[in-house]
């Protein structure tokens, strides 16, 4: 568990990995964490809001790495989350605990995944696609869709471990609303996603908005 006794509120490194990092590699880890969180979101916002023919309201962030511009959004799913996994020993040595940093590195091995396994065009994007969703997948898709489902488990999974392994209270508690909020909101977005919603894409950036805000957020306060 963490303690508080820390000034700003700040927990001490770990006993274990603590010990097997610097104060400085500690340091670089966690902004490393910021960095992708901060990158991913930046990106999308700004692609999805440019791309053409892509409706930011409707399409998943996923389909800005298809079309000709694809390759933007596949190095920020490779870029990010390897900055993500980096954050994940420096988690650790500041909590003192593996399932908060279990959980930031899962999470962020999924997002490179995300990006090696591009989901098949569907639902009127790239342009001249149907609009329609296809009766069968290719291999990548299906790959890409569990790597999407592991990134959406592992972020309120993240969040719920914090609020239980972190004793400065506010932090506790902001750490188990988000891991409540994003359920709530990940079983908002698969039914959305399964009906073909016209707002599938802005309630999926709902969730990433607010999952990779805490995750950040959870990396600057533990910064050394």
Known sequence: ?????????????????????????????????????????????????????????????????????????????????????????????????????????????ALVASGVFPMDPMRGYPPGTPDSTPETFSRPHRLHDWAGLVVFVALPAAALAAALTVDVLPWAVLSGVAAAGLVALLLWFSVAWERDSPRAGLIQRGYIVAGWAWLGALCWHLLP
Not at 1 to 11: D, F, N, V
Not at 13 to 18: E, H, L, Q, V
């Open 1 to 109: 568990m963490l303690a508080a006794g820390r000034p700003g509120g700040r927990p001490p490194p770990g006993p274990a990995t603590g010990d097997l990092m610097g104060s400085d590699a500690i340091q670089v880890s966690l902004v490393a964490g910021i960095a992708g969180t901060a990158l991913f979101v930046l990106v999308f916002l700004l692609d999805g809001l440019t791309r053409p023919g892509y409706d930011p309201t409707r399409h998943p962030v996923s389909a800005l790495a298809l079309g000709r511009r694809g390759w933007i959004q596949t190095v920020n799913f490779l870029v990010s989350g390897l900055l993500v996994t980096a954050a994940g020993p420096g988690v650790a040595a500041t909590t003192g605990s593996a399932w908060p940093a279990g959980a930031v590195t899962v999470f962020g091995l």
